[in-house]
């Protein structure tokens, strides 16, 4: 797994084998963020990274000049491996919270310019109505992805 762009752009990230995830490969994530880049200028953006997994999708957004990325999950061994990877980095604007994202969401006090959410099953129970306005959605082979933003906010992206 590599950084694609930024400040990191290139730098190699080896997660172990261990860990109980697979990241985003390196082709989806830099879909995802060619087309981000193109409504989004994540400098001072904040950022929240949910089942952050590695981490792979935390390291880009700080890579691109996020201020301060969030990176939320439940496994202790991708968080230490998160938390060691920031260290090894130098990534001051990177934050780790061990910890589900579902009690993370019912908890937060903080507001987040970007949310993103990489569920390793399928999320159930999830009333978005009233909260998010549909904006896109895009499919790269098995990979999916859709873009929400608040509604009324579709011009200041």
Same mark, same amino acid.
């Given at each position: &797994?590599?950084?694609?762009?930024?400040?990191?752009?290139?730098?190699?990230?080896?997660?172990?084998?261990?860990?109980?995830?697979?990241?985003?490969?390196? &082709?989806?994530?830099?879909?995802?963020?060619?087309?981000?880049?193109?409504?989004?200028?994540?400098?001072?953006?904040?950022?929240?990274?949910?089942?952050?997994?590695?981490?792979?999708?935390?390291?880009?957004?700080?890579?691109?000049?996020?201020?301060?990325?969030?990176?939320?999950?439940?496994?202790?061994?991708?968080?230490?491996?998160?938390?060691?990877?920031?260290?090894?980095?130098? &990534?001051?604007?990177?934050?780790?919270? /061990?910890?589900?994202?579902?009690?993370?969401?019912?908890?937060?006090?903080? /507001?987040?310019?970007?949310?993103?959410?990489?569920?390793?099953?399928?999320?159930?129970?999830?009333?978005?109505?009233?909260?998010?306005?549909?904006?896109?959605?895009?499919?790269?082979?098995?990979?999916?992805?859709?873009?929400?933003?608040?509604?009324?906010?579709?011009?200041?992206?």
């Amino acid at each position: &797994m590599r950084i694609i762009s930024g400040r990191y752009k290139r730098r190699v990230i080896s997660p172990p084998n261990d860990l109980p995830v697979r990241p985003t490969t390196d &082709m989806a994530k830099e879909s995802l963020f060619n087309v981000l880049s193109n409504y989004v200028d994540f400098s001072e953006k904040t950022v929240l990274d949910l089942y952050a997994g590695t981490g792979n999708i935390s390291y880009e957004f700080v890579s691109r000049g996020c201020s301060s990325v969030t990176a939320v999950d439940k496994d202790f061994g991708c968080t230490k491996f998160i938390i060691k990877t920031a260290q090894q980095l130098e &990534m001051k604007e990177l934050n780790v919270t /061990k910890l589900d994202a579902s009690r993370f969401i019912e908890t937060a006090k903080n /507001k987040y310019d970007i949310i993103f959410a990489d569920p390793p099953y399928k999320l159930t129970n999830i009333d978005f109505s009233g909260l998010l306005h549909f904006y896109e959605h895009r499919k790269y082979g098995r990979v999916n992805f859709s873009f929400f933003q608040l509604e009324g906010e579709q011009k200041r992206l």
